[in-house]
Every structure is written in C-alpha cells, then in structure tokens.
C-alpha cells in the first residue's frame, strides 16, 4: 500500500521568503505525480503534474523535483506572497489511483 | 483548463434522508470518475471510481449499499448517500480525468459540504 508523507505539517514564513515543501512516498512504481493547492473550505486545484519520467516541473515562480529512485518530490515556491497561504497537497497515482499525503498548511506573513 | 463543478455546494439533510451530489465535466469527456471524502484537517480519501456505463468500484470500507454512485454519461456522475447519518458529515469531492488522456492528470471540482443533523 501506498504511504505519502508530507512534512512539515505547517509553516509560517514572512512575505518574500522562499517556500520548501517536501512530499515522500513509500512505493516508487508510479505513473505520476501531482501537487495541489487547497483553500479553507473549497476543493483542488491541480498546480503541477510530474511525470515519473520526467525530474522536475515548473510554472512561473513554482518548481516541482521528483526523484523516484528515493521516493521524494520538492515543492519549491518561490518570494512567497499573503495570497500563497494555504494548504499543499502532494499525491502520487500508482494502478489506478492517486494516494494522497496529509498537506503542509501555509502562513505567509505580511 | 479541464472543469469539473458540483453541485450543491452545499446541503444540510436530517438523519434518514438521502441526499444526491452531482459531479459534472464541463468541457471535457471523462469515461472514469472519482470521488472522495475529506475530514476536518484530514486528507482526501478515495471513496470509489466511477465507470461510465458500468458498477463503481468501491474502496474497502466504503458500504456500496450506502454511498450509491450511478455514471449515467461522459459528463455526468452522481454519489446518494442514502439514510444519512451524522457521521455521514463531511466534505465530497469528484475528479476527474479526459478520456484518452495520456497523463491522468486529475482535475478536482469544488467540493460538497454535507451535514447531516
């Protein structure tokens, strides 16, 4: 079975600092994997998508690392803003589904 | 981008009521399905994959008879939680991906939050 782990459960960073965000998962047989972003209250939204091929993936100030052979992926945020807080979501899909870790809940400090 | 929405977004039922959630892909086609359950502060747990036109496959643990989940077409996938319970409080969520999609990335609607009193 699938184990994802995300660590730190929370962090708090002033505005304009970079953001580190570590996923681990305990089986490297994956298709893919995924980070999201989830505010209080709504669903998710799909922020990068990592092939198992693939090492990294990037969108404008975020970067995500996959090294499968270790079983960990990074999500690098870059000059943080207010408007970055939130909760992080790492999942890997393995045969069928995707396996979810517990997030990393946000604070950026203004 | 690929859109999924849900509706209600929210809905308040008495205990032994059933409530209907729809999940709909707006601008795509998706043959298979997923919904999840979230707790407070927890995270997403898979529920079941919903196949169009055929039975959903249910995780272990998650009662078939109770959570009935019927893929009627390409777009459209509905979850009834039927004799709702308290415990039955929590917050849906259905994804999705389009068919013949190479990546499987899965695209999430907005979530339903159900309490049940």
């Known amino acids: 079975k699938q184990e994802v782990t995300q660590i730190p459960a929370a962090l708090s960073v002033p505005e304009g600092e970079n953001l580190v965000l570590n996923c681990s998962f305990t089986d490297s047989a994956i298709y893919n994997l995924q980070w999201f972003r989830q505010d209080p209250g709504k669903g998710l939204t799909s922020l990068l998508l990592i092939q198992s091929s693939q090492r990294e993936q990037t969108s404008g100030r975020l970067n995500a690392s996959l090294d499968k052979s270790s079983g960990r992926s990074t999500l690098y945020i870059a000059a943080s803003q207010p408007g970055d807080s939130a909760t992080y979501l790492c999942a890997v899909r393995g045969d069928y589904k995707l396996s979810f870790g517990a997030g990393t809940t946000v604070t950026v400090r203004a | 981008g690929a859109v999924v929405s849900q509706h209600p977004s929210w809905v308040i039922c008495k205990s032994g009521t059933s409530v209907k959630i729809e999940c709909r892909s707006l601008?795509?086609?998706?043959?298979?399905m997923f919904w999840y359950r979230q707790f407070p502060k927890q995270s997403l747990m898979l529920m079941a994959t919903?196949?169009?036109?055929?039975?959903?496959?249910?995780e272990q643990g998650v009662e078939k008879d109770k959570f009935l989940i019927n893929h009627a077409s390409l777009t459209l996938s509905t979850l009834t939680v039927t004799s709702a319970h308290p415990e039955d409080s929590s917050f849906y969520i259905c994804?999705?991906?389009?068919?013949?999609?190479?990546?499987?990335?899965?695209?999430f609607g907005p979530g339903t939050r159900l309490t049940v009193t």
């Open positions: 601008d795509f086609q998706a043959t298979t």
């Open positions: 919903s196949n169009e036109g055929s039975k959903a496959t249910y």
């Open positions: 994804s999705a991906y389009p068919s013949g999609s190479s990546s499987l990335e899965q695209y």
